[in-house]
């Protein structure tokens, strides 16, 4: 069996400036009581979820998915033919299930799930992420999914530096 590579990026993810704050709010409402009853989420939740996620964007109305797309545009070139995919903790589609699935439909048989965010002491970083990757390892086992986590801090630092550097 032939190795299919594949990477996604996952940042964040932000909301709309033009999404109404009554959704956002109605959302982390009713994801708040789910966490505290431990329950899986209703289906109000997941309708403002996806509607959140599926609202309409723009690079002025969502500074934080053009970026996150740009870093991806380069992060792709540099991958050489490697399939690749860029997806969102929240707020923003798709999801890492569903890139992880997209990239597993094209024939990935190899994924390696990276993250914008670098430092220790995340919920989406240390728990969110690995807690959707092991869901997907059992329902994919024959696909390998890592995680590429945690940063080396001495290179996170090496590349706060840089920047410095540049506008010192």
Known sequence: ??????????????????????????????????RAANMPPSSEERELDHKIRCWPRTAATDPYQSGLEAV????????KGVLFAVAYNEFCAPTLEEAVEDLIKQGAT??????????????H??????????????????????YA????????????????????
């Open 72 to 79: 991806g545009k380069q992060f792709r070139q540099r991958l």
């Open 125 to 146: 970083s240390e728990i969110e992420i690995p807690e959707i990757l092991e869901h997907l390892r059992r329902e994919h086992p024959a696909v390998t999914l890592r």
């Open 149 to 168: 986590w945690p940063f080396d801090l001495s290179m996170v630092a090496d590349l706060l530096h840089g920047q410095v550097a540049k506008f010192s």
């Open 1 to 34: 069996m032939t190795m299919v590579r594949g990477v996604v990026l996952v940042g964040h993810g932000g909301i709309p400036k033009d999404c109404p704050q009554e959704l956002v709010t109605k959302l982390k409402r009713l994801e708040a009581q789910r």
């Open 110 to 123: 190899q994924i390696t799930v990276a993250t914008t965010m670098f430092t220790p002491g995340g919920s």
